[in-house]
């Protein structure tokens, strides 16, 4: 299991479309992916359980992966965070 800090920098925050693509990202990988924010963890394949999370713009959340291709899944992320959604 391995987990990265990122902190989400695009103007609305992990909402609608950018929460899409996130999703659609981590379903590309085999490993169980978690989104952590103040002490609450959801699937990041779900789109209802991140949309819970309210992340908005400048929030930092901790991005967890276990599996045979986590520290794959966790670069791709977080590039794509970094990226600001930009595909």
Do not use: C, Y
Not at 4 to 31: D, W, Y
Not at 74 to 81: E, W
């Amino acid at each position: 299991m391995i987990s990265k800090e990122v902190v989400i920098n695009n103007q609305v925050g992990l909402h609608a479309r950018p929460a899409t693509f996130f999703i659609q990202k981590a379903n590309e990988f085999k490993s169980s992916i978690w989104v952590e924010k103040d002490e609450r963890r959801v699937n990041a394949k779900s789109l209802l359980g991140v949309l819970s999370l309210g992340i908005v713009k400048g929030t930092s959340v901790n991005l967890i992966a276990d599996g045979a291709d986590q520290e794959e899944a966790i670069a791709t992320l977080s590039d794509l965070i970094d990226s600001d959604f930009s595909e």
